[in-house]
């Protein structure tokens, strides 16, 4: 019986698997296994070596179809389909399924998050349709590094993981002795924005490096191709070819003629470069976006956060080696590839895959079932409705904490897809559409995921979307312990916001929600005492948000209140209409008032038309979002911040601003009443005439006043909300309730 490999293409502009899949083919057929590959009809497909015991088959779609239609179970053994997405692929899936075959799937990097952030919308429409049954009907999922199962979990898929990487056929590859330098760095792969070539292309203007030179080399859409070359043009860039694809003894050439290989690439399953310029002796230049920490371990090259800034120094770092010490890293990257990486290797671990699949071998190794966390630490699922970065305080608090809690508990993120979300590094990060129309499709993908995730706590932030009552739902029907943080979304302000919304909600999920969670965390006591006043007596505790001190630029110098900043979502509830009426009440000065911060646009433009009726309209800024440095540098230049809000469960800018050095100026509507007993702000009952006095006095300060209340406000924020100790506090809690019998 034979075993069928389906790709979509192996032409050769098609990229790894178009190499990866026919060679591995082949070595399968040396193997003893009897393979036919089916394939599209391409003008240029790879060369193969076919052979009595492995053949290749062209078939276009509707031959596909056929072809499927006449399939017979006691002549296959096994069908290996070798991507996801394509409907070409899907056909034998299903034809697999109608005839009682298995099958497994190797989606080739396609389930990557970088890859499910592009085009999200058909990968959606593609996922209902077709390809999520596709992948749970598979006996199991072949991965070709650690990262790449990783990222099928994060998706709730349950299959058995094959975690076997690409191999090369070593026997064509020379090993070359490289006496001199050519000065010579090569980029070898598709042209196609994922490879991060225009990052590429602005650290090398920038390094300036006369006496090297940049090859490029690869087939891709040449429309894309021309922007790349205009970018050079364009910015005088210097000493950067393209010089077009590469095959066979001219790529061999091609890499061994170089003294580094870099790929800058955004996502790769596995980057088959990688290990071809590693198997010549060039050591190699890659991004964290691929599964090569071993050119660390095994010091053949450097693997990288990507950014300008690393690419700059890697490149600097590596044309300052000496030619005897990348000869001495290339030494060892050939000696990486033929240990765990030939070709033999990887066919022999795939046939033993095959084996067990057919019931004729105990499990390899290699192969990963779901199970528990082993790593000693609480299991903990966060879920919070977005972390777009348009979503305010709750996705700030949820970046800066998932980066120190996730050395100190398991921690999964589970969150809605939007335009533009926030990056959690080194978080495992799961997006679902959480779309009101898929109740009952999210109900059946929630319990999926937590099944196959099975998270010791569910910690639910946020309140009033139905979505995070539905996912608390499904934890507590599992078993599975949840904590609450309602994130100010029981004030009192906002209770009377929308509030025949907020009664309906009530009574429809929201009181069962409130009742039935087990634990509550608040930000402030403040908080927790409403919670109570409304009639919840859950356990509760009471951590505080932090910020990370060390990403602030500290102010240097002071002087008397100039610039005043608002940093916050441009809304309603922030007040920024009574700080237009009070700056109306001060006597003529020359204030500058920053209002940085997104908002919906027609609000932003009631705002401005009140300044203008007020007749300050040239005193206030709109500048929409600050992120980053940019928001750390605002910070530094003003004078004065101004938070005059009418509900804050904590308010995050406040200790950004006091640990810059800034005086503080908010209401009784947040916790921060230690702006008056620490004399670094003031903290006031909110209304026009209150912050027109507070302002008042703020103004009357001098230089030497202002830095005494900016150095106190640093020593507080440093003493009792530092990120780190609020991690350390949550996983203390986290503790004690799994220890809560």
Same mark, same amino acid.
């Given at each position: 019986?034979?075993?069928?490999?389906?790709?979509?293409?192996?032409?050769?502009?098609?990229?790894?698997?178009?190499?990866?899949?026919?060679?591995?083919?082949?070595?399968?057929?040396?193997?003893?296994? /009897?393979?036919?590959?089916?394939?599209?009809?391409?003008?240029?497909? /790879?060369?193969?070596?076919?052979?009595?015991?492995?053949?290749?088959?062209?078939?276009?779609?509707?031959?596909?179809?056929?072809?499927?239609?006449?399939?017979?179970?006691?002549?296959?053994?096994?069908i290996h389909l070798q991507h996801v997405w394509d409907p070409y692929i899907h056909i034998m899936a299903l034809a697999a399924r109608l005839k009682g075959i298995p099958y497994i799937i190797t989606p080739r990097g396609m389930l990557e998050p970088w890859i499910m952030q592009r085009h999200p919308r058909?990968?959606?429409?593609?996922?209902?349709?077709?390809?999520?049954?596709?992948?749970?009907?598979?006996?199991?999922?072949?991965?070709?590094?650690e990262a790449e199962k990783e990222s099928v979990r994060a998706l709730g898929f349950g299959n058995p993981v094959a975690i076997i990487p690409n191999g090369i056929d070593l026997s064509v590859v020379p090993c070359f002795e490289k006496p001199t330098s050519t000065k010579k760095i090569v980029f070898l792969?598709?042209?196609?924005?994922?490879?991060?070539?225009?990052?590429?292309?602005?650290?090398?203007?920038?390094?300036?490096?006369?006496?090297?030179?940049?090859?490029?080399?690869?087939?891709?859409?040449?429309?894309?191709?021309?922007?790349?070359?205009?970018?050079?043009?364009?910015?005088?860039?210097?000493?950067?070819?393209?010089?077009?694809?590469?095959?066979?003894?001219?790529?061999?050439?091609?890499?061994?003629?170089?003294?580094?290989?870099?790929?800058?690439?955004?996502?790769?399953?596995?980057?088959?470069?990688?290990?071809?310029?590693?198997?010549?002796?060039?050591?190699?230049?890659?991004?964290?976006?691929?599964?090569?920490?071993?050119?660390?371990?095994?010091?053949?090259?450097?693997?990288?956060?990507?950014?300008?800034?690393?690419?700059?120094?890697?490149?600097?770092?590596? $044309?300052?080696?000496?030619?005897?010490?990348?000869?001495?890293?290339?030494?060892?990257?050939?000696?990486?590839?033929?240990?765990?990486?030939?070709?033999?290797?990887?066919?022999?671990?795939?046939?033993?895959?095959?084996?067990?699949?057919?019931?004729?071998?105990?499990?390899?190794?290699?192969?990963?079932?779901?199970?528990?966390?082993?790593?000693?630490?609480?299991?903990?699922?966060?879920?919070?409705?977005?972390?777009?970065?348009?979503?305010?305080?709750?996705?700030?608090?949820?970046?800066?904490?998932?980066?120190?809690?996730?050395?100190?508990?398991?921690?999964?993120?589970?969150?809605?897809?939007?335009?533009?979300?926030?990056?959690?590094?080194?978080?495992?990060?799961?997006?679902?559409?959480?779309?009101?129309?898929?109740?009952?499709?999210?109900?059946?993908?929630?319990?999926?995921?937590?099944?196959?995730?099975?998270?010791?706590? /569910?910690?639910?932030?946020?309140?009033?979307?139905?979505?995070?009552?539905?996912?608390?739902?499904?934890?507590?029907?599992?078993?599975?312990?949840?904590?609450?943080?309602?994130?100010?979304?029981?004030?009192?302000?906002?209770?009377?916001?929308?509030?025949?919304?907020?009664?309906?909600?009530?009574?429809?999920?929201?009181?069962?929600?409130?009742?039935?969670?087990?634990?509550?965390? $608040?930000?402030?006591?403040?908080?927790?005492?409403?919670?109570?006043?409304?009639?919840?007596?859950?356990?509760? /505790?009471?951590?505080?948000?932090?910020?990370?001190?060390?990403?602030?630029?500290?102010?240097?110098?002071?002087?008397?209140?100039?610039?005043?900043?608002?940093?916050?979502?441009?809304?309603?509830?922030?007040?920024?209409?009574?700080?237009?009426?009070?700056?109306?009440?001060?006597?003529?000065?020359?204030?500058?008032?920053?209002?940085?911060?997104?908002?919906?646009?027609?609000?932003?433009?009631?705002?401005?038309?009140?300044?203008?009726?007020?007749?300050?309209?040239?005193?206030?800024?709109?500048?929409?979002?600050?992120?980053?440095?940019?928001?750390?540098?605002?910070?530094?230049?003003?004078?004065?911040?101004?938070?005059?809000?009418?509900s804050e469960n904590f308010g995050i800018v406040v200790p950004e601003a006091l640990y810059t050095g800034l005086p503080v100026l908010t209401t009784t509507g947040t916790p921060w009443q230690e702006l008056e007993t620490e004399k670094c702000g003031w903290w006031i009952e909110l209304n026009v005439a209150?912050?027109?006095?507070?302002?008042?006095?703020?103004?009357?300060?001098?230089?030497?006043?202002?830095?005494?209340?900016?150095?106190?406000?640093?020593?507080?924020?440093?003493?009792?909300?530092?990120?780190?100790?609020?991690?350390?506090?949550?996983?203390?809690?986290?503790?004690?309730?799994?220890?809560?019998?």
């Amino acid at each position: 019986m034979k075993i069928l490999h389906v790709v979509g293409s192996i032409d050769t502009s098609g990229g790894g698997p178009s190499r990866s899949v026919p060679q591995t083919c082949e070595y399968l057929s040396l193997e003893g296994e /009897v393979v036919e590959l089916l394939t599209r009809p391409s003008a240029q497909p /790879v060369k193969t070596n076919t052979s009595t015991t492995f053949q290749v088959s062209f078939h276009s779609l509707l031959d596909l179809v056929l072809y499927a239609f006449r399939l017979n179970k006691k002549e296959v053994a096994l069908i290996h389909l070798q991507h996801v997405w394509d409907p070409y692929i899907h056909i034998m899936a299903l034809a697999a399924r109608l005839k009682g075959i298995p099958y497994i799937i190797t989606p080739r990097g396609m389930l990557e998050p970088w890859i499910m952030q592009r085009h999200p919308r058909r990968k959606k429409i593609a996922m209902w349709l077709y390809q999520r049954r596709d992948m749970q009907k598979a006996v199991c999922i072949h991965a070709t590094c650690e990262a790449e199962k990783e990222s099928v979990r994060a998706l709730g898929f349950g299959n058995p993981v094959a975690i076997i990487p690409n191999g090369i056929d070593l026997s064509v590859v020379p090993c070359f002795e490289k006496p001199t330098s050519t000065k010579k760095i090569v980029f070898l792969s598709r042209i196609h924005p994922k490879k991060g070539i225009e990052l590429l292309l602005q650290s090398w203007q920038q390094l300036q490096l006369t006496d090297w030179t940049l090859e490029i080399a690869g087939e891709g859409d040449s429309a894309y191709q021309a922007q790349l070359e205009q970018q050079i043009i364009a910015n005088r860039i210097s000493n950067v070819h393209f010089v077009g694809a590469k095959y066979g003894t001219e790529k061999w050439d091609f890499l061994s003629s170089a003294d580094v290989m870099i790929l800058p690439t955004y996502s790769e399953n596995f980057g088959i470069v990688v290990a071809e310029a590693l198997a010549v002796g060039t050591p190699v230049i890659t991004t964290k976006g691929t599964p090569w920490q071993e050119l660390e371990t095994w010091n053949c090259g450097w693997w990288i956060d990507l950014s300008v800034t690393n690419l700059m120094q890697a490149i600097t770092t590596a $044309t300052n080696c000496t030619q005897q010490e990348r000869l001495e890293m290339g030494q060892r990257g050939r000696k990486l590839i033929e240990q765990h990486y030939s070709i033999t290797m990887v066919a022999g671990k795939v046939k033993q895959l095959y084996e067990w699949v057919n019931h004729t071998t105990d499990e390899p190794d290699f192969v990963r079932e779901p199970h528990p966390s082993v790593t000693g630490h609480p299991k903990v699922l966060h879920f919070i409705t977005s972390i777009d970065k348009t979503a305010g305080g709750t996705t700030a608090y949820m970046q800066l904490l998932s980066a120190e809690l996730k050395p100190l508990v398991d921690l999964v993120v589970v969150t809605g897809l939007s335009p533009n979300p926030v990056y959690l590094e080194d978080v495992h990060v799961q997006f679902f559409d959480l779309s009101l129309n898929r109740w009952c499709s999210l109900a059946t993908e929630f319990r999926k995921f937590l099944e196959v995730s099975q998270p010791d706590i /569910v910690h639910i932030n946020g309140i009033w979307e139905p979505q995070c009552w539905l996912f608390q739902q499904v934890a507590q029907g599992l078993g599975i312990k949840v904590v609450l943080s309602p994130h100010g979304m029981l004030e009192s302000y906002i209770l009377h916001r929308h509030s025949m919304k907020k009664k309906m909600a009530l009574a429809l999920y929201q009181r069962r929600a409130l009742r039935r969670v087990d634990y509550f965390h $608040t930000t402030a006591q403040s908080e927790l005492d409403q919670v109570r006043k409304l009639g919840y007596t859950q356990p509760a /505790v009471v951590i505080a948000n932090g910020i990370k001190t060390t990403d602030v630029l500290p102010k240097t110098e002071w002087k008397a209140v100039q610039n005043i900043l608002f940093l916050s979502r441009v809304h309603p509830k922030k007040g920024i209409d009574l700080l237009i009426e009070a700056v109306a009440q001060l006597p003529a000065t020359a204030l500058h008032i920053t209002i940085a911060g997104e908002g919906d646009a027609a609000y932003v433009e009631e705002l401005k038309r009140l300044a203008i009726q007020r007749k300050v309209a040239h005193q206030f800024h709109f500048i929409g979002g600050v992120y980053g440095k940019q928001k750390w540098e605002l910070y530094q230049r003003s004078d004065l911040f101004v938070l005059p809000t009418y509900s804050e469960n904590f308010g995050i800018v406040v200790p950004e601003a006091l640990y810059t050095g800034l005086p503080v100026l908010t209401t009784t509507g947040t916790p921060w009443q230690e702006l008056e007993t620490e004399k670094c702000g003031w903290w006031i009952e909110l209304n026009v005439a209150n912050l027109t006095n507070a302002l008042n006095e703020a103004l009357q300060l001098n230089a030497k006043e202002l830095k005494g209340m900016g150095m106190r406000g640093r020593q507080l924020v440093g003493e009792k909300y530092e990120i780190k100790e609020v991690a350390k506090e949550m996983k203390e809690f986290y503790t004690e309730v799994l220890n809560e019998k």
